[in-house]
């Protein structure tokens, strides 16, 4: 089994009230093969909600306690993410998924960037709360620009 970000199912869970649907991960979806996770909605944020970013570091900082996330407004939401991190990995060993293929990008869910926390679209290297929190226990993440890497036969 494979944690999927819900955005990308089709699921509308965004920070603006819409989603990221990718055709063949839905499908994915309903031959019961992958499980829908939004950290963010598993941490209690609503939707909509303001965008948030990481600001001062990537994913792995806030879950050292050295960076924080913000949303646009100024509020520190840094206790959902986390919260949302912990319930997803929390999904991820009840379903014992050892992959998950999440929204690039997104401060919970992107694996190799985010943005940089000034919320001018500006992106930078890095990783999401949750992406961090997956890692560190072993489990592999990919993004939505991996398909192919990580589902090679679904994707011909
Ligand atoms: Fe999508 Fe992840 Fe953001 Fe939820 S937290 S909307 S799954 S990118």
Request: aromatic share 4%; with cysteine; net charge positive.
């Given at each position: 089994m ?21 055709p063949?991960l ?38 050292a ?22 319930e997803?990995l ?15 990008s ?5 694996s ?45």
């Open positions: 494979i944690l999927v970000s819900a955005c990308l199912l089709g699921i509308n869970c965004k920070y603006n009230g819409g989603n990221n649907r990718v063949v839905a499908e994915l979806c309903r031959q019961g093969k992958v499980i829908p996770v939004c950290p963010e909605m598993l941490g209690g944020l609503p939707i909509p909600r303001p965008p948030a970013e990481i600001r001062g570091g990537s994913g792995s900082d806030v879950l306690g050295k960076a924080k996330v913000v949303n646009r407004e100024g509020d520190d939401v840094t206790a959902a993410f986390l919260r949302g991190a912990e997803t929390t999904l991820a060993r009840l379903f014992g998924a050892k992959k998950a293929l999440l929204k690039e997104s401060p919970s869910c992107g190799s960037t985010i943005y940089d926390g000034t919320f001018t679209g500006t992106k930078k290297a890095g990783e999401g709360v949750t992406t961090a929190l997956l890692r560190s226990h072993g489990i592999e993440v990919f993004s939505e620009k991996e398909l192919k890497k990580l589902l090679p036969e679904e994707t011909q």
